[in-house]
């Protein structure tokens, strides 16, 4: 499977919200473990609404995305597999 820009960029912004949860995690050992398969896991990790908005607009600005590729970002790291919020 071939992964683009976009996707990238939303899996790095994993990497940093998942680093930064309660109780922290390593996102790439957790694909690797085969833990981002199991539904609902996202459950065990906690992180700030008021962050995972951080994480996605210092995305956004630091990859110089414009409307389209914002909103792609925001929505799928939203509906995607985020941290829950505390």
Same mark, same amino acid.
């Given at each position: 499977?071939?992964?683009?820009?976009?996707?990238?960029?939303?899996?790095?912004?994993?990497r940093?919200?998942?680093?930064? %949860? &309660?109780?922290?995690?390593?996102?790439?050992?957790?694909?690797? %473990?085969?833990? &981002? @398969?199991?539904?609902?896991?996202?459950?065990?990790?906690?992180? %700030?609404?008021? @962050?995972?908005?951080?994480?996605i607009?210092?995305?956004?600005?630091?990859?110089?995305?414009?409307?389209?590729?914002? @909103?792609?970002?925001? @929505?799928?790291?939203?509906?995607?597999? %985020?941290?829950?919020?505390?």
């Open positions: 499977m071939k992964i683009n820009k976009l996707e990238k960029i939303l899996i790095d912004c994993y940093k919200a998942y680093s930064e %949860s &309660t109780p922290p995690a390593d996102f790439d050992k957790m694909m690797e %473990s085969g833990e &981002t @398969r199991v539904d609902g896991f996202f459950m065990n990790y906690t992180l %700030s609404d008021e @962050r995972q908005n951080e994480i607009a210092e995305a956004i600005k630091a990859n110089k995305l414009k409307d389209w590729d914002a @909103r792609w970002l925001t @929505r799928n790291y939203l509906l995607g597999c %985020s941290p829950t919020s505390a």
